[in-house]
């Protein structure tokens, strides 16, 4: 996400409305709820796709969705502080090598993909609502995992593996892409989605919840 082509990519925005996602039939977790309910929002055209990306799931097993929008505000802190985090056990980084390694996990928060409700976090369930094994828990760092929650990781069970391609077919059948060093942020019509397709401008971008 440091990766200056991104934030030059221009938005023309199409001034979709965050909606709830939760009226709306998906299953959604509230590991990450707030007091407005922002983290269970996401662009109207977002929202489409996922409930599109759930009816091609195999028999029985269903998306769940973790995060969608995040306020700029919040983006901002959890980018200082793993940034902080990072200066602490490497304090010999000079500032761009920081910014670059804090932004594999944590997007720069002007061009952040979930500040722009363009963005989620999601997982699989079973059919009794029991998370899939995917090799490490959503949200898991870099650093935690030992670099397993890139997506293409090696080194991952074959449950683990056929799980995380279940939701990649589903996902991009949809039209999202993936954020490949966190298996479970997808993303689209973001700045990071039109640098990776190749489209001229991105179509979400910062928004903040009314």
């Known amino acids: 996400m440091s990766d200056s082509r991104v934030a030059a990519i221009p938005v023309q925005d199409l001034g979709e409305a965050l909606v709830d996602v939760r009226a709306h039939g998906l299953t959604v977790d509230d590991r990450k709820r707030d007091a407005a309910g922002a983290w269970a929002h996401v662009r109207h055209g977002v929202l489409s796709r996922l409930l599109h990306a759930q009816s091609l799931l195999p028999d029985g097993l269903r998306l769940l969705f973790i995060e969608g929008y995040r306020p700029p505000a919040l983006q901002r802190q959890y980018f200082e502080e793993y940034s902080k985090e990072l200066s602490r056990a490497n304090p010999d980084w ?27 976090d999601v997982t699989l369930t079973d059919h009794q609502g029991r998370e899939l094994d995917m090799g490490t828990r959503v949200n898991a760092s ?30 991009s059948s949809a039209g999202l892409i993936n954020y490949g060093t966190e298996w479970w942020h997808w993303s689209v019509g973001d700045r990071y989605w039109a640098l990776q397709t190749k489209q001229p401008t991105a179509f979400y971008g910062l928004i903040e919840l009314p």
């Open 142 to 171: 870099p650093e935690e995992s030992d670099g397993a929650c890139y997506t293409d990781a090696p080194g991952l069970s074959d449950r683990a593996r056929t799980n995380r391609a279940a939701l990649g077919r589903a996902l």
């Open 94 to 120: 000079p500032p761009a090598e920081l910014r670059q390694a804090a932004s594999r996990f944590v997007s720069p928060p002007e061009i952040a993909p979930h500040s722009a409700g363009a963005a989620v």
